[in-house]
């Protein structure tokens, strides 16, 4: 990635959603910032706005911070706390419409991937970061690499800390979150009897002169964080414990109120130094570390110098090429693969010859062997040689998302774009009854054409990666297709 090039952070927190232009050293060259909404449609179009606004040609990719559980790997969002984007895809959907290379993570991942870059984790190896904001993030790093467990783990701000305690938005009582947040602190306020203007620096100044309420609400907000703090260096052994988020200095100073008292459990805890600004930082950094950094797990920011030495191993390519059947794909794809001399696996090509030899059967016999020939594409594309781009043509709406993404991690892809085909339904009715004689006994005869014309209503693509769109009653643009996957996914 040439040194001049530039990435978009983007930070959802569960009050404020910042974004910015930052530099391949984590350097922030221009910002804007927007007001959080609980409707993810809306923050959704915000997240794209500020993008458009602050993309340039020097722009190589964009990074977001989402708070809650997010697989980084897989690029998905599965669950979120006070902003919850799990219905809409972000990461796929921001990059159709941006149509740059989108890194998703856990927002307080990215801001202590910045915190190694640029802040107070540099020069550390082990490290457990806290977030004090709306609520309370977390993330831990290992040998410099970020700890995923199966995909969101790191989830400190739900460790329990009174299983009686406040209902949290995970479900259960008592997380840290419900005690320790800035949501938290306002409770604690507001149950003292105390109004809801009085800010941090005042409740300090105050407890300073002896103001033995507000004694009683620092302690409330700090015991139970210092108790979660505990658990985390007694799990990971960290050599330092970092606090960040909005409040992470005051939680900071509120630490002095709930000194640790178990000697096994002790580790220096410190302030993040970079503030509100690590998470667009860190989701810039890793935006331009790219998405096999993420695939891999480890943090391999630009500027950062982590894991000196370490070459990461090209992983798979694959261009699905998507559309119900008698959509054109095979046309496409084919086309594709001799234009630019990459293999090219279909189900049809591995599932008709079984059929020839074993017979045929009836429909659902016809779906079991398009399953096993969907796995057995996967798992030749996971054989091939490191590096390699594929040509996948099928239907991926015939079985549930999650058996893609299984399959596609497994096989090691790290980098797909979509090519859509489509017509509409009385074309590939005509398409399909043109066909049926040239099909293998097995494949859904006649009887089918009513149900294809309904799915061509509401069939959609993937919108995993890039997206392509081909409408094949048109002659079909090989020339644009292919310059765009050679600089979409060949590079």
């Not at 221009?30 to 959080?36: A, F, I, N």
């Not at 992470?248 to 993040?272: F, I, N, R, S, T």
Request: net charge neutral; aromatic share 4%; glycine share 12%.
């Amino acid at each position: 990635m040439p040194h001049s090039s530039m990435a978009i952070g983007i930070d959802i927190g569960g009050t404020n959603l910042r974004a910015a232009r930052i530099s391949g050293t984590g350097e922030i060259l221009d910002r804007m910032s927007e007001k959080s909404a609980p409707d993810p449609a809306l923050m959704l179009s915000r997240i794209a706005e500020m993008a458009r606004r602050l993309d340039s040609p020097e722009v190589a990719a964009i990074g977001i911070g989402v708070p809650g559980r997010v697989d980084a790997r897989r690029r998905a969002v599965s669950s979120g706390g006070y902003v919850n984007l799990a219905s809409v895809s972000p990461a796929q959907r921001l990059e159709s419409l941006a149509g740059k290379p989108v890194v998703i993570d856990n927002d307080c991942n990215m801001a202590l991937v910045a915190e190694m870059a640029r802040g107070a984790a540099m020069g550390h190896e082990n490290i457990v970061m806290f977030t004090i904001g709306t609520g309370i993030g977390g993330a831990v790093v290992q040998d410099r690499r970020i700890v995923r467990g199966k995909g969101t783990a790191g989830q400190l701000g739900h460790i329990a800390v009174d299983i009686n305690g406040e209902a949290c938005v995970c479900g259960r009582r008592g997380c840290v979150e419900t005690t320790s947040s800035g949501t938290a602190l306002g409770r604690h306020i507001s149950r003292a009897g105390l109004g809801p203007d009085i800010s941090v620096d005042q409740l300090f100044a105050r407890d300073a002169s002896g103001d033995t309420p507000v004694r009683g609400i620092l302690e409330a907000w700090a015991r139970p964080l210092r108790a979660a703090i505990d658990t985390a260096v007694a799990m990971f052994a960290p050599d330092l414990v970092l606090l960040g988020g909005g409040l992470g200095q005051a939680a900071h100073q509120a630490l002095a109120k709930a000194p640790a008292l178990a000697p096994w459990y002790q580790c220096p805890v410190e302030p993040a130094q970079l503030g509100d600004d690590a998470g667009v930082i860190g989701a810039g950094l890793q935006a331009l570390a790219g998405e096999a950094a993420v695939t891999a797990s480890p943090v391999t920011s630009p500027s950062a110098g982590l894991n000196p030495g370490r070459r990461a191993v090209p992983g798979q390519r694959a261009v699905l090429v998507n559309g119900i059947p008698a959509s054109g794909k095979s046309t496409v794809s084919r086309g594709v693969a001799d234009r630019l001399g990459w293999p090219l696996l279909t189900l049809d090509t591995i599932k008709n010859p079984f059929l020839e030899v074993l017979g045929g059967g009836d429909r659902e016999f016809n779906r079991s062997l398009g399953r096993a020939s969907y796995e057995a594409i996967w798992s030749v594309v996971g054989e091939a040689p490191a590096g390699t781009t594929v040509v996948v043509d099928a239907w991926f709406g015939f079985q549930p998302r999650q058996v893609l993404e299984d399959h596609l991690r497994r096989a090691g892809v790290e980098r797909t774009a979509e090519i859509w085909c489509h017509a509409p339904g009385e074309v590939l009715a005509e398409r399909y009854r043109a066909r049926l004689d040239q099909r293998p006994a097995g494949h859904p005869g006649a009887a089918y054409v009513p149900e294809l014309i309904e799915l061509a209503k509401r069939a959609e693509p993937l919108r995993r990666g890039p997206l392509f769109d081909v409408d094949t009653t048109k002659p079909i643009a090989f020339d644009a297709i292919t310059q765009w996957l050679r600089a979409t996914i060949d590079t």
